[in-house]
């Protein structure tokens, strides 16, 4: 059965670094485009990052531009998001998500079909 399985949440300080993986199984990672989402309490889920299919084209949402990058190997049907300069408004449960989409990155939650079980971050201030 399809599974996305993230990993690499945890405790920061502020201005401090984390990388999110989301490895994935059950469907042929390569053709899906890869994002990933966060919720923070009391708030809905937001968009934060997308990668298309290929690696060749991301999307990121302007709180995290210039602090975060999305990447993939899909030798190893991974996603990572590298995150950088960390705020404690970053502070969230990031999901990892898979949807179809041509060459540009989906950034809706509804163009995405997998979704993983989500990791913590929070960053102290």
């Known amino acids: 059965q399809v599974q996305l399985v993230e990993s690499g949440g945890g405790l920061v300080q502020a201005g401090g670094s984390l990388s999110l993986s989301c490895v994935a199984s059950?469907?042929?990672?390569?053709?899906?485009?890869m994002g990933w989402f966060r919720q923070a309490p009391g708030k809905e889920r937001e968009f934060v990052a997308a990668?298309?299919?290929?690696?060749?084209?991301?999307s990121y949402a302007d709180s995290v531009k210039g602090r975060f990058t999305i990447s993939r190997n899909n030798a190893k049907n991974t996603v990572v998001l590298q995150m950088n300069s960390l705020k404690s408004e970053d502070t969230a449960v990031y999901y990892c998500?898979?949807?179809?989409?041509?060459?540009?990155?989906?950034?809706?939650?509804?163009?995405?079909?997998?979704w993983g079980q989500g990791t913590q971050v929070t960053v102290s201030s």
């Open positions: 059950g469907f042929t990672f390569r053709n899906y485009a």
């Open positions: 990668i298309n299919w290929s690696g060749g084209s991301t």
């Open positions: 998500a898979a949807g179809r989409s041509g060459w540009y990155p989906p950034t809706t939650e509804s163009s995405f079909d997998y």
